[in-house]
C-alpha cells in the first residue's frame, strides 16, 4: 500500500484543520492507520491512531481538539485538528500496518516502529 497525506497549510491559533491519508495499491480495510508529527529539531512523536474497527486512541497532548477517523470504502483516513496551537506545528506523517484477523481488528499502534509504511508527510504551520 502507498499513502498520501494532504490537507496540510498555514492556520490562525484556534482554528481547524483536516488532513487526509489516501491509500492506493491495496484497500486499507486490513490496516491500522496512525498519525505522527515531528516539529524541526524534535523526534517524530504520536498523536492518534485507529485500529481496522476503529477503536481509536490521542497523545495527551491532542485529546479532546483532534479527532481521527476512518473511510475504508474511500481508503482514506481523517484527522480532524481544532483548537489547532502554535505547538501543534509540524510535519504531519501518516502510517499503516496491515493488522489482520479477529483480535488484529481491534488493535492500534502507538510506537513510530510498529509501522511498515509511511506517506510522505505533511505540513502543518500554526500562526499565534
Known amino acids: 500500500v502507498q499513502l498520501l497525506a494532504s490537507g496540510g497549510g498555514l492556520v490562525q491559533a484556534g482554528g481547524p484543520l483536516r488532513l487526509s491519508c489516501t491509500a492506493s495499491?491495496?484497500?486499507?480495510?486490513?490496516?491500522?492507520v496512525g498519525w505522527f508529527r515531528q516539529a524541526p529539531g524534535k523526534e517524530r512523536e504520536f498523536v492518534t491512531a485507529i485500529s481496522r474497527i476503529s477503536s481509536t486512541t490521542y497523545a495527551d497532548s491532542v485529546k479532546g481538539r483532534f479527532t481521527i477517523s476512518r473511510d475504508d470504502a474511500g481508503n482514506t483516513v481523517y484527522l480532524q485538528m481544532n483548537s489547532l496551537k502554535p505547538e501543534d506545528t509540524a510535519v504531519y506523517y501518516c502510517?499503516?500496518?496491515?493488522?489482520?484477523?479477529?483480535?488484529?481488528?481491534?488493535?492500534?499502534?502507538?510506537?513510530?516502529?510498529?509501522?511498515?509504511?509511511w506517506g510522505q508527510g505533511t505540513q502543518v504551520t500554526v500562526s499565534s
Open positions: 502510517a499503516a500496518r496491515e493488522s489482520r484477523g479477529f483480535s488484529g481488528a481491534t488493535y492500534y499502534y502507538t510506537a513510530v516502529n510498529d509501522y511498515t509504511t
Open positions: 495499491g491495496r484497500t486499507f480495510i486490513d490496516y491500522a
